[in-house]
T-cell receptor, first 114, second 114 residues
């Protein structure tokens, strides 16, 4: 396929637990990836990005892991909070497609139970 | 608030009418992107500008759609002769530099065509 996709459409976690959201991509030429968080009625909010020359990048409570061998991307959220409840999208940049657009997956809904 | 603003936030129009949306990017950002998002899906790329030049258009952007960024600052997206299938969230994003990196999205304009 040509699209960025996600393994799980809905993920439910307990407050305080760690969350892992997964994303598979099919284009081996993709060189840049972003995770966005989108709350209802709002635009996507930038969380963290990673370039293909890295396999791990950490932010505040978030870590992105990139496995180019199996074309897999994951977002780990530590100590998940109710405010983390949202839809999460991964997006990729494909340099063979003019290299100037992001292609988004379908999203995973994260639900945090108090 | 990412610093990207869009106006209006909501627009209801009748089929066949023309609509125009405005996006004000983060002031120092030279790149501006338009995306369309339908319910439950990730954003889909429509077009992007580097300064005032429109450098890429998706095949999703039919002849009824036109975008401008006359002075390299704000941008407008016009849809002529709207159809019910145009109902969606129209998102604007901006970034700095020469690649599609760290795109920051606005809150979107929700279009409903009746």
């Amino acid at each position: 396929g040509e699209s960025v996709g996600l393994h799980l459409p809905t993920l439910s976690v307990q407050e305080g637990d760690n969350s892992i959201i997964n994303c598979a991509y099919s284009n081996s030429a993709s060189d840049y990836f972003i995770w966005y968080k989108q709350e209802s009625g709002k635009g996507p909010q930038f969380i963290i990005d990673i370039r293909s020359n890295m396999d791990k990048r950490q932010g505040q409570r978030v870590t992105v892991l990139l496995n180019k061998t199996v074309k897999h991307l994951s977002l780990q959220i530590a100590a998940t909070q109710p405010g983390d409840s949202a839809v999460y999208f991964c997006a990729e940049n494909r340099p063979n497609n003019a290299g100037n657009m992001l292609t988004f997956g379908g999203g995973t809904r994260l639900m945090v139970k108090p | 608030d990412t610093g990207v603003s869009q106006d209006p936030r909501h627009k209801i129009t009748k089929r066949g009418q023309n609509v125009t949306f405005r996006c004000d990017p983060i002031s120092e950002h030279n790149r501006l992107y338009w995306y369309r998002q339908t319910l439950g899906q990730g954003p889909e790329f429509l077009t992007y500008f580097q300064n005032e030049a429109q450098l890429e258009k998706s095949r999703l952007l039919s002849d009824r759609f036109s975008a401008e960024r006359p002075k390299g600052s704000f941008s407008t997206l016009e849809i002529q002769r709207t159809e019910q299938g145009d109902s969606a969230m129209y998102l604007c994003a901006s970034s700095m530099g020469t690649g599609p990196y760290e795109q920051y999205f606005g809150p979107g304009t929700r279009l409903t065509v009746t």
